[in-house]
């Protein structure tokens, strides 16, 4: 794992500099660079793990026609080598690298299809002077963006770009609306006006005349009916043998590998099926001290495999690291769980360089509340269109609140506000914008508007983008259509970006099993029954890990990983909450409404999870605002 970074048009080639040393934490252990007259420079921060030796990039042919660098690892490097080698290609290094340079001169561009792994990468052919961009299948490993004047700079986080000296600091306030919306900016945009992301399964293909963006992979959707019960068998077999062969490929390494374990069924299912491979394996977990700790799960899971498990607690002064993580993360996440993985990424790092995580299975499977919730109402949909919508809401509301709460399982209370999102969740099922906004929108337009300051837009991108995923994509509201949604923005912008950049902040590379592209590939022509299957999530992991993992693991509901702030940290937190919001040097950006945040403050001691939620998204974008210097009267 590494960090990369480079400028693409007239430039100063010194500029690579400064980009290279704030990349220092994703590769702490080597560097290089590559130049090609004044038109392209590129800069390699290694994070050595495969070939410690002779794995250096930049890497070119042999001719030395071609160049490559590149973030992230390839799986089937090994496999691909030994073909590369009988069609006469030498190899200078045991690397994961060097086959890149030599099947792009086999194949040209379409090399991409024969790779399985994670990378951003920048390949640069000096013969037709094209520098081709590159982002993987699912996004696993970023790569930012900035073009102005013909000079494309990019880089493995966004703090690279800043440090070239040619990019402005200055507030995207559409983004900033959609972070609002969905305590993420999902899509190509950032919070940075003039940045935006390489979008998964993305080539940008640069010259000094032209650039062309293409999409070169797609998940092919399909919802067959089941045929048989030997076929359904067969389907769960194939998907073990998928899952299990993606995790050992992931366990290549020359450094020590480890897992995140939190005792539910996807880490677990992880770690059972590393220890088939591995003979030792050091697992690490995070407690809160409070009723959703799974801490003792998670060490009987580890005994369970004779793993050498490490469990640690978040202690109710770990809050005020929030500004350190905040700064290192350069986008803000609306979600407290940054903190948990910081300290897991931490203290992982001291024992182990790779770290195996359950992360993605969820997306691919439809495993969140908001995909059973959403999927079951639509088909109600047509036994309740009928009812009129102030109907629809005065039931809800009559509802008892443990009936409630019970139809919507979220980890806390869902009070007042909980109920009356519930009931515009019903009135929106029409809409599938609408729809899912009601039930993942944290503030609604109106509720924007109050927030933000006077010199702020109001515009958002989020409903735009919900609406491509149209009927002509999925002929009808379904689970794969919010599969889909969810894998091209929920998982690449908010889940992979949340882990690429909490273990990288520590040294420490996070691998994803479950996003192997052949297993994401077989999830989508699933039949709908595997996936969910009366009321129960992800139906064929659980019927694979039969006999693999144990029964009450196997079987056990989902449980969020969330933070309940004041359980876990206690009174002095709304404190820390109030100074920040109420700083002079915050208020003086202009991005809030100062009775707004009064009010969210005030709400926040209320009982139910959406007051917390909402309290704790605004005071991640201020602690942003504040750390990154980016407000509307200096932006």
């Not at 007259?37 to 070939?51: A, E, F, P, Q, T």
Request: with cysteine; aromatic share 10%; hydrophobic share 40%.
């Amino acid at each position: 794992m590494c960090g990369i970074c480079g400028i693409f048009g007239e430039h100063d080639p010194e500029r690579i500099v400064p980009m290279m040393r704030s990349l220092q934490h994703r590769g702490p252990d080597d560097q290089g660079t590559f130049r090609h007259r004044n038109l392209l420079s590129l800069g390699h921060k290694r994070l050595s793990i495969i070939d410690l030796s002779t794995g250096r990039q930049p890497i070119t042919n042999e001719s030395g026609s071609v160049t490559v660098v590149f973030n992230g690892e390839i799986y089937n490097y090994i496999e691909l080598r030994r073909t590369l080698q009988k069609r006469g290609h030498l190899f200078r290094t045991s690397s994961d690298t060097e086959v890149l340079v030599h099947l792009y001169e086999d194949h040209g561009p379409r090399f991409l299809e024969y790779l399985n792994g994670e990378f951003a990468i920048a390949l640069f052919d000096s013969e037709k002077e094209t520098l081709f961009l590159i982002r993987d299948r699912l996004g696993i490993r970023p790569l930012y963006l900035h073009h102005k004047n013909g000079r494309w700079i990019f880089a493995s986080e966004i703090k690279a770009l800043l440090a070239s000296g040619y990019v402005d600091r200055r507030l995207d306030p559409v983004a900033f609306n959609d972070y609002l919306t969905l305590r993420y900016v999902p899509g190509s945009r950032t919070v940075f006006d003039g940045i935006t992301r390489l979008p998964p399964a993305s080539l940008l293909t640069l010259t000094n005349r032209s650039a062309r963006l293409s999409r070169w992979w797609d998940p092919p959707y399909s919802d067959p009916p089941l045929q048989s019960p030997s076929q359904e068998e067969s389907l769960i077999q194939e998907f073990r043998f998928l899952l299990e062969d993606s995790v050992r490929l992931r366990l290549r390494s020359d450094v020590p590998v480890g897992a995140f374990l939190s005792g539910g069924l996807d880490s677990s299912s992880v770690v059972a099926l590393t220890r088939r491979y591995a003979d030792h394996l050091s697992t690490f977990s995070v407690g809160f001290r409070t009723s959703i700790d799974e801490t003792t799960e998670a060490e009987t899971m580890a005994r369970f495999l004779e793993a050498d498990h490490t469990s640690f607690f978040v202690e109710p002064e770990d809050y005020r690291l929030l500004p350190e993580i905040v700064r290192g993360m350069d986008e803000p996440i609306g979600d407290f769980i940054i903190l948990p993985i910081f300290l897991l990424a931490r203290h992982a790092s001291e024992k182990v360089k790779v770290v195996l995580t359950g992360e993605g299975i969820d997306e691919i499977l439809g495993g969140y509340i908001h995909h059973v919730l959403l999927t079951r109402l639509w088909r109600a949909w047509p036994l309740t269109a009928s009812l009129p919508a102030r109907a629809a809401s005065l039931l809800l509301r009559a509802l008892p609140t443990p009936l409630l709460e019970r139809a919507f399982p979220y980890p806390g209370r869902l009070g007042d506000d909980g109920r009356r999102r519930a009931a515009l969740l019903f009135q929106a099922l029409n809409s599938f914008p609408h729809a899912y906004l009601a039930f993942a929108g944290l503030f609604s337009p109106k509720e924007r508007s109050h927030l933000l300051g006077t010199d702020l837009p109001r515009e958002s991108s989020v409903e735009r983008l919900l609406a491509t995923f149209h009927s002509d994509r999925h002929r009808a509201f379904s689970l794969n259509r919010l599969i889909d949604f969810d894998v091209n923005h929920w998982l690449a912008d908010y889940t992979l970006l949340k882990q690429d950049r909490l273990t990288m902040l520590n040294s420490i590379e996070g691998r994803v099993p479950f996003l192997d592209h052949r297993l994401v590939e077989f999830c989508a022509r699933l039949p709908h029954r595997l996936k969910l299957r009366a009321g129960q999530t992800k139906s064929i992991l659980r019927r694979a890990m039969r006999g693999i993992v144990p029964e009450d693991t196997r079987l056990r509901k989902k449980k969020a990983f969330y933070i309940p702030t004041g359980e876990t940290f206690g009174e002095d937190f709304l404190d820390f909450a109030r100074e920040i919001l109420t700083d002079r040097e915050i208020c003086d950006l202009g991005l809030f409404n100062k009775k707004a945040l009064e009010q969210l403050l005030a709400d926040a001691t209320r009982p139910g999870m959406l007051p917390q939620k909402r309290l704790n998204t605004v005071l991640i974008a201020a602690l942003w605002a504040r750390e990154s210097g980016i407000g509307v009267r200096n932006s």
